[in-house]
């Protein structure tokens, strides 16, 4: 079976695209499909694919007219510009004629360039401060602005004739009054009608057009024209600022993701030329300017410059980047112009695996989300039943027929379940794209729902909690006992021996070298340097030697120095703490999580670690097995866990927990097995992570649990007399606009 993935138009409302994958799921064909309305994507699984497609998006026009299937790379103009060309230019003119433009971050008008704020550009079409959402006309496609203008002119005009019936129904006679709002009606409504006909002769009753068209003309059949009018106004204005907000969602979540570059700049000699970055291949270089992107990942050759990384990795603080330096795809040169040579093509770099991750995220949906789409299956036909038993049952009874119909006619209004069905995959890619913006790449809505049933959080040691790199932490007896150490440790490779010689040559210690030097395995070294014989290593060497040295406790590895037989002092070297592990291991203990740390390193260096960040449990000594098993003990005695780690022994313990993460730092194989990667490799990120995952569910049930109310509401208060067709489409429109709103509010949160 084959894995591919399109890009799917047309779709305009969530719930259609959850019965056209209910339909692709069905096809005997397909293995599995999943269409993702929040990035408005096909995940296809199938023997082959792109057979398929043209059967498909004629199985996907049966629910939405204009439904169209593409492969992702053969996306049109509108597709492509949005987000790709990711350079910051701040020279030179582009094709629009301005130059000078200082952010050309996002991409998106036909001169190449982004967020531009100048007149008028190459389109012809003026003042635009935003080039991503413009869709240039190509193969077919037209400007989405033009769209958007052409469907806010006939809202603003429908809504002009609608309030001028209003304005003179007291004034002028029946006929005239019913023409007005007649003729308005065809002007709102008259698509909609066409759409439910289409529908209705395919067999498909319950979709949304034919609830509204049905709602609003049963509206005039009972004498009341004006709210059957203002029913498809205030229908068609909370379509429109529903799809704008989610179409706003959509782009501002992808422009902080898909932070590919279109054509990367290639060094030939002394020639410079512009070629398709997925033409790019590892070993070539390529000129990175001051302001742009760099563009694939790689090694700088030549040149020097500060790099802001926090596009990948949230992290604000530049870092210098020079020659033998790695950098990374995504990431802003600011300063100087380097020459990179690429290590990885663009379907490796680390653009491509940020975007994939988030696209794979927003296409692995949590259990919420199929419950919700399943729940809409049953609630509109349950809420349909209900309003033909309110038409029949109370009129058969009362003989009120006009009341007892125009109920049933508002019950039929909020029947579409558009905004249960969108409230929740919105908010959870929302979540992803906060995510991603603080170098947390959540892998699934699966796993972020797994974050809320955490009890504890397990983390290995080296490179999650300490940076994996030996310093020296502690020197008793200053520079006097550094230099001779050192002077005996220069020509060993061992990690200890290379910590003490740099932290020397940091202070200015001129290292001389010992006229003999003898080194004795599992003790230390005897030399002799300038006339005095030294010995550097541990307490057996010492007292060997019957030199006296007071016994301490510490963190890390003493080296102990004496000269001629006198004990001068010692070096404590340890692996360094990260910086804001202890604030992050009590933020975790302040949300009730238990925390452990399993590692491979000796029993008393974890002790001291944990002590000094406030770990609660510590087992060490642990072989990779053994962590597993030490995992799944855990898991059985508190419950669901989350593992911490970052190396390729960490890769079966990743799997085996409810919740993987992964350093971004660490080793491919456990970033594959990981359910979050920190790219940061922060620890602070494992409480962050958290704290986004519990926002992200709490905001998608708001939105279920208030668009359930609303409509509970008024259809009990049109029970009892006290609601009309309005608040029947604000309980639909309304409420699914507001849904979209309060999920993207995720994107604004602070840290």
């Known amino acids: 079976m084959e894995k591919k993935t399109y890009l799917i138009r047309g779709l305009d409302c969530a719930n259609c695209a959850a019965k056209i994958e209910a339909m692709f799921n069905a096809h005997e064909q397909v293995e599995s499909a999943?269409?993702?309305?929040?990035t408005g994507q096909l995940r296809l699984t199938a023997q082959d694919p792109d057979a398929l497609i043209e059967e498909l998006q004629a199985l996907a026009r049966r629910v939405e007219a204009e439904a169209t299937i593409y492969p992702r790379d053969a996306a049109p103009a509108q597709e492509k510009t949005a987000g790709h060309h990711s350079h910051h230019h701040d020279h030179g003119d582009c094709c629009c004629g301005h130059g000078d433009h200082d952010e050309h971050e996002h991409g998106g008008c036909g001169c190449g360039h982004g967020e531009h704020e100048h007149g008028e550009c190459c389109c012809g079409h003026e003042e635009h401060d935003h080039h991503d959402h413009h869709d240039h006309e190509e193969g077919g496609h037209h400007h989405d602005s033009e769209a958007g203008g052409q469907e806010g002119r006939s809202l603003a005009i429908g809504a002009g004739l609608f309030a001028l019936g209003v304005i003179l129904r007291p004034f002028i006679p029946g006929g005239a009054e019913t023409l007005i709002f007649l003729v308005t009606y065809v002007l709102l409504g008259a698509q909609v009608v066409v759409d439910a006909a289409k529908n209705l002769v395919k067999g498909r009753m319950l979709d949304e057009n034919f609830l509204m068209a049905l709602a609003s003309i049963?509206?005039?059949?009972?004498?009341?024209?004006p709210e059957g009018v203002g029913v498809m106004l205030f229908y068609r204005v909370g379509e429109w600022f529903e799809h704008r907000a989610v179409e706003r969602s959509r782009s501002q979540i992808m422009e902080a993701v898909d932070l590919r570059p279109e054509?990367?700049?290639?060094?030939?000699?002394?020639?410079?030329?512009?070629?398709?970055?997925?033409?790019?291949?590892?070993?070539?270089?390529?000129?990175?300017?001051?302001?742009?992107?760099?563009?694939?990942?790689?090694?700088?050759?030549?040149?020097?410059?500060?790099?802001?990384?926090?596009?990948?990795?949230?992290?604000?603080?530049?870092?210098?980047?020079?020659?033998?330096?790695?950098?990374?795809s995504g990431c802003v040169n600011l300063t100087g112009q380097l020459t990179v040579r690429v290590e990885k093509p663009l379907s490796e770099s680390m653009v491509t695996r940020i975007l994939d991750s988030v696209e794979n995220a927003a296409a692995n949906k949590p259990k919420a989300e199929r419950f919700i789409t399943r729940f809409a299956r049953v609630y509109t036909p349950v809420v349909v039943g209900i309003a033909a038993a309110v038409a029949l049952v109370p009129s058969v009874v009362t003989g009120n027929w006009n009341y007892w119909v125009y109920t049933a006619l508002s019950f039929l209004v909020m029947s579409c379940p558009c905004a249960l069905v969108l409230s929740v995959p919105l908010a959870f890619f929302a979540g992803i794209g906060v995510g991603s913006k603080r170098g947390i790449l959540f892998k699934g809505g699966q796993s972020m729902e797994a974050m809320g049933q955490l009890k504890a959080v397990v983390m290995d040691k080296?490179?999650?909690?300490?940076?994996g790199d030996f310093r020296v932490q502690k020197i008793e007896g200053g520079d006097a006992v550094l230099?001779?150490?050192?002077?005996?440790?220069?020509?060993?490779?061992?990690?200890?021996?290379?910590?003490?010689?740099?932290?020397a040559r940091k202070r200015g210690i001129a290292l001389r070298r010992p006229e003999s030097k003898e080194e004795l395995a599992g003790r230390g070294i005897r030399a002799k340097l300038e006339g005095?014989?030294?010995?550097?290593?541990?307490?057996?060497?010492?007292?060997?030697?019957?030199?006296?040295?007071?016994?301490?406790?510490?963190?890390?590895?003493?080296?102990l120095v004496?000269?001629?037989?006198?004990?001068?002092?010692?070096?404590?070297?340890?692996?360094?703490?990260?910086?804001?592990?202890?604030?992050?291991?009590?933020?975790?203990?302040?949300?009730?999580?238990?925390?452990?740390?399993?590692?491979?390193?000796?029993?008393?260096?974890?002790?001291?670690?944990?002590?000094?960040?406030?770990?609660?449990?510590?087992?060490?000594?642990?072989?990779?097995?053994?962590?597993?098993?030490?995992?799944?003990?855990?898991?059985?005695?508190?419950?669901?866990?989350?593992?911490?780690?970052?190396?390729?022994?960490?890769?079966p313990v990743l799997a085996g927990a409810d919740v993987g993460a992964a350093m971004g730092s660490g080793a491919d194989a456990a970033i594959e097995a990981a359910d979050v990667v920190f790219m940061t490799s922060d620890v602070e990120a494992v409480p962050q992570s958290l704290a986004i995952a519990a926002d992200t569910r709490r905001i998608a049930w708001q939105n279920v649990v208030f668009a359930l109310a609303v409509k509970l509401v008024v259809m009990l208060l049109g029970l009892f007399g006290h609601a009309n067709m309005w608040l029947a489409v604000f309980a639909d429109s309304g409420v699914a606009m507001l849904c979209v709103l309060n999920s993207i509010r995720m994107l604004y949160h602070k840290k």
């Open 218 to 225: 049963g509206a005039f059949f009972i004498g009341n024209a």
């Open 462 to 467: 080296t490179g999650t909690i300490t940076r």
């Open 263 to 328: 054509v990367v700049r290639l060094a030939e000699g002394d020639q410079i030329r512009e070629i398709p970055a997925g033409e790019a291949k590892a070993g070539d270089l390529v000129l990175v300017r001051p302001g742009d992107r760099v563009p694939l990942d790689g090694v700088v050759v030549s040149g020097e410059s500060r790099i802001d990384t926090a596009p990948i990795t949230g992290e604000p603080v530049p870092i210098r980047a020079g020659a033998g330096d790695a950098v990374t």
């Open 562 to 651: 004496a000269a001629d037989g006198v004990y001068l002092g010692a070096l404590v070297i340890a692996d360094t703490v990260k910086p804001g592990a202890e604030q992050a291991v009590r933020r975790l203990r302040e949300r009730g999580i238990h925390t452990v740390m399993l590692t491979g390193d000796a029993v008393d260096s974890a002790q001291a670690v944990a002590g000094m960040v406030g770990i609660q449990e510590v087992h060490a000594g642990l072989l990779p097995q053994q962590k597993l098993e030490r995992l799944q003990a855990i898991r059985e005695e508190r419950g669901a866990v989350m593992f911490v780690g970052d190396g390729i022994n960490d890769a």
């Open 34 to 38: 999943t269409i993702t309305y929040a």
């Open 532 to 559: 005095r014989s030294v010995l550097c290593g541990n307490g057996r060497l010492l007292e060997e030697n019957g030199v006296a040295y007071p016994r301490e406790e510490a963190y890390g590895t003493r080296v």
């Open 483 to 503: 230099e001779p150490c050192a002077c005996c440790e220069q020509d060993s490779t061992h990690p200890i021996a290379e910590s003490v010689v740099a932290e």
